[in-house]
């Protein structure tokens, strides 16, 4: 697999679709902390968006306008609102009363959004970590465009019609929908935050990394990794670590070790064999270097895990 699917394989997304949003003049809409990613799109009207936030420009409102989607990354409150001066309604007030997974305010008409989340299990900040407060994606974003409104258009009969099987349904949709958004945001232009999913935009480190993933137990050298990019070893090495904000060879131990906490969470593998397949030579070394990773042992972190 290439390395945006080997992550998100091992964070295993679970979709939760809230509900769709149906509002009609002016209103704003103040929501609670949430984990994961929210995701939404607008299917008609428009309104802002609002994240409350420390670091500069996070709490800048933006305008999204009907087949604009964006993700919500950081779990802090947020609003939506036709304007932002209005004293907000909490959200509880509107969606503890939705009626077939609709939420209505002031008679609704003029608005509709969709909205999901995806939450995920421990490893979740190597996704979270390499994306903007806000992921915008607008509805004129090339081609590609054209898979997310139909998927969209999809789940929004789905929220209606509640046809059997509509769950499973939503949430494979859902999960298209991350993935598409995910896409059109790497393929657009501007500069990506620090990290291995901006650099998957750059084609010469998409190709280094996708080696990389593609046979994490190799024992590469920065070398072989320059080779796969096309660049002199000095040059891969400075363009990598600006930008993944880490040299290869210590995102390569990071993730063995992502993979290797999979195992242990999700297998009986012994430790030993993970060990090997993960290109040690030996368990002690395997088990030093996911001690200082997790702060326990290996076998710690399995009873842990397994214990709940």
Same mark, same amino acid.
């Given at each position: 697999m290439d390395p945006l699917s080997d992550v998100l394989s091992l964070l295993k997304p679970k979709s939760a679709i809230s509900a769709g949003l149906d509002a009609g003049g002016d209103w704003a809409?103040?929501?609670?902390?949430?984990?994961?990613?929210?995701?939404?799109?607008?299917?008609?009207?428009?309104?802002? &968006?609002? &994240?409350d936030g420390d670091a500069e420009g996070e709490s800048e409102p933006r305008r999204i306008e009907a087949g604009d989607c964006f993700l919500l990354t950081r779990g802090r409150p947020f609003r939506f609102a036709t304007d932002l001066a209005l004293p907000p309604v909490a959200s509880p007030t509107l969606y503890d009363r939705a009626v077939d997974g609709i939420a209505t305010c002031n008679g609704g008409g003029d608005f509709f959004l969709v909205g999901g989340r995806f939450a995920f299990g421990e490893a979740a900040g190597l996704l979270l970590e390499a994306l903007p407060a806000i992921v915008y994606v607008p509805a004129a974003a090339g081609e590609q465009a054209a898979v997310l409104r139909w998927a969209l258009e999809r789940l929004a009969a789905e929220l209606k019609d509640r046809a059997p099987g509509g769950g499973l349904m939503a949430e494979h949709l859902a999960h298209i929908m991350l993935l598409q958004v995910l896409r059109l945001w790497l393929a657009m232009a501007g500069a990506k935050p620090p990290g291995w999913l901006g650099a998957l935009a750059d084609p010469r480190l998409a190709r280094a990394l996708a080696a990389l993933h593609g046979e994490p137990g190799r024992r590469w050298t920065l070398a072989e990794l320059a080779g796969q990019a096309g660049m002199s070893r000095s040059v891969f090495a400075d363009r990598f670590r600006r930008a993944v904000g880490q040299p290869p060879l210590d995102y390569l131990t990071g993730w063995r070790m992502r993979l290797a906490a999979?195992?242990?969470?999700?297998?009986?593998?012994?430790?030993?064999?993970?060990?090997?397949?993960?290109?040690y030579r030996?368990?002690?070394?395997?088990?030093?270097?996911?001690?200082?990773?997790?702060g326990v042992p290996p076998g710690r972190y399995r009873r842990a895990a397994r214990n709940g």
């Open positions: 809409i103040a929501f609670p902390p949430h984990e994961g990613i929210k995701f939404n799109a607008v299917l008609r009207g428009a309104c802002w &968006v609002q &994240v999979g195992r242990l969470r999700d297998t009986t593998e012994s430790i030993a064999g993970i060990a090997f397949a993960l290109g030996s368990e002690a070394a395997f088990s030093a270097g996911f001690r200082r990773f997790a």
